[in-house]
């Protein structure tokens, strides 16, 4: 099993362009990040208001789990980062897969899941008009299901799925790598080279259900993948082919081959 050696952390890092504070305690990091300035990141080692994408959502934010805010500056136009939950995500996913987790994905639009269990969520905000806070809630040693039990099947953690000896800060400086690189290939190249590469992930159609803020009844669909603007694409059993965003979307589920629902929980990590 790894070694927690959380303990140990220092009070501030510096690593990759990065300057990382280290909180013994947060409301929210996120909220703390909104006042700092571009590559600096905060991460805390419990927090105790952390939150989802939506209002209902809260994140289970115990000692052991990353924590992790960080500020990215966003020159230009606003729309050109409105796919930073996606390609945060996918920044994710490769910092675990240097750590070994193959077996990792992307659920639209900010969970990292390893089979029906989900390891990771994402929350970006922009509390300016140039800056982004991209959030990052990690189980790694922590134990979500002490709180609340019925994450005991929900929830995953980076330590069952990966052999050795590291700390959260190790994980922290990996992903906060991952994160300026994707920064670059935005600037250098647009979305829509990590578009193709989350596409090409996605294997195949998955049936869903979407909620949307304007309908009461959910719409069933298949799951076909995102466009250029990282819109989901859904294909729905009359032939036709929707796209929603993000900001449409109130609840995005799962649905296993015989329909059944793999709800996320709305307590998660």
């Not at 920044?91 to 987790?101: D, H, T």
Request: glycine share 8%.
């Amino acid at each position: 099993m790894p070694t927690d050696a959380r303990h140990h952390s220092p009070t501030a890092l510096h690593c990759d362009g990065w300057h990382l504070e280290v909180l013994a305690v947060a409301p929210s990091t996120n909220s703390h990040a909104a006042r700092l300035q571009p590559w600096t990141a905060v991460r805390a080692v419990t927090q105790t208001a952390g939150r989802g994408r939506t209002p209902d959502r809260t994140w289970v934010s115990d000692e052991g789990g990353l924590w992790l805010s960080a500020v990215l500056p966003c020159p230009g136009e606003r729309a050109r980062w409105a796919i930073l939950p996606l390609a945060a995500g996918w920044a994710v996913l490769n910092a675990l897969r240097e750590w070994g987790v193959r077996d990792a994905r992307l659920r639209w639009p900010n969970d990292i899941m390893v089979g029906r269990g989900k390891l990771a969520g994402l929350l970006v905000e922009r509390f300016t008009a140039d800056t982004a806070v991209v959030g990052i809630g990690l189980n790694i040693f922590n134990h979500p299901e002490r709180a609340h039990p019925e994450l005991a099947r929900a929830a995953v953690r980076l330590a069952d799925l990966v052999p050795g000896t590291y700390s959260v800060d190790d994980i922290a400086t990996t992903l906060l790598r991952a994160v300026r690189a994707m920064h670059g290939i935005i600037l250098e190249r647009g979305f829509e080279v990590i578009a193709e590469e989350l596409n090409r992930q996605w294997t195949g159609p998955r049936p869903v259900e979407v909620t949307l803020a304007t309908r009461a009844l959910p719409v069933a669909g298949r799951f076909e993948g995102i466009d250029s603007q990282g819109r989901l694409r859904l294909s729905t059993r009359d032939g036709g082919l929707s796209v929603y965003d993000a900001g449409q979307v109130t609840l995005f589920r799962e649905l296993d081959s015989r329909h059944r629902n793999d709800r996320p929980n709305p307590i998660t990590p």
